[in-house]
């Protein structure tokens, strides 16, 4: 099938699930996960309507960037070097996987040299998986209340990655509980801050994400096809 093929079967999925659990389909969004897709393929899917594209490797990105011609606005939802943050700075309008201080406090530097504010996510690794990047659960209000004193970002939300299960009912507890995370956080009105994005929910378990709350879910596979 073709991406816009593709796309139209995800979107009835998202809205179908949106309903399912008492949710307006328009407050959940799809970025479509471009990484090791080529310009053409994100121009052939923004031609089909989907304008949002999530992408993990820096250097990839900036040169996807110059080639793809539609329109488009970029995430960054990979694991992201503190050093390579520059190379970002007015590309992306979300980073998704803030996990520490020092890479907040660089987003807000590099954005602030263009006059210009960059909304964030929190990444949490509720699972404590070695492999994935991630606040813990205990370290992330710290974390947040230190963001917030930076002048040039925005956080917006929490993300998170579960580990992977062949059944998506197995990640519903680690979107739960980010979901209570977010709760928590919303509860404690720290100034600058808002609980208003969860990113959580891939190609396999994107339906039970959105039943637990999530606003952006990150699907490639099932739009694009396997990587190339």
Request: hydrophobic fraction near 45%.
């Amino acid at each position: 099938m073709s991406i816009a093929e593709n796309l139209s079967i995800i979107q009835n999925k998202i809205r179908a699930a949106a309903l399912k659990a008492g949710r307006d389909p328009a407050s959940v969004r799809l970025v479509a996960v471009s990484k090791t897709q080529p310009p053409a393929a994100i121009d052939e899917a923004a031609l089909a309507g989907q304008l949002l594209f999530g992408e993990n490797y820096v250097q990839e990105l900036t040169a996807k960037a110059k080639e793809v011609v539609q329109p488009v606005e970029w995430h960054y939802i990979g694991g992201l070097q503190t050093n390579k943050v520059k190379y970002l700075a007015g590309l992306v309008t979300m980073v998704h996987s803030v996990d520490r201080i020092s890479l907040a406090q660089e987003i807000d530097r590099q954005w602030g040299r263009i006059g210009k504010c960059c909304d964030i996510l929190i990444q949490v690794n509720i699972a404590c998986e070695t492999t994935k990047c991630g606040t813990s659960s205990a370290e992330l209000i710290e974390l947040v209340r230190a963001a917030a004193t930076l002048p040039h970002l925005r956080i917006r939300g929490l993300m998170t990655m579960p580990p992977f299960y062949d059944d998506p009912e197995a990640a519903r507890p680690y979107f739960r509980e980010l979901k209570r995370l977010a709760m928590e956080i919303a509860a404690q009105d720290i100034p600058g801050v808002e609980m208003q994005e969860l990113s959580m929910g891939m190609s396999g378990d994107f339906a039970v994400a959105i039943a637990e709350g999530a606003t952006l879910v990150r699907i490639g596979s099932a739009i694009f096809g396997e990587r190339r």
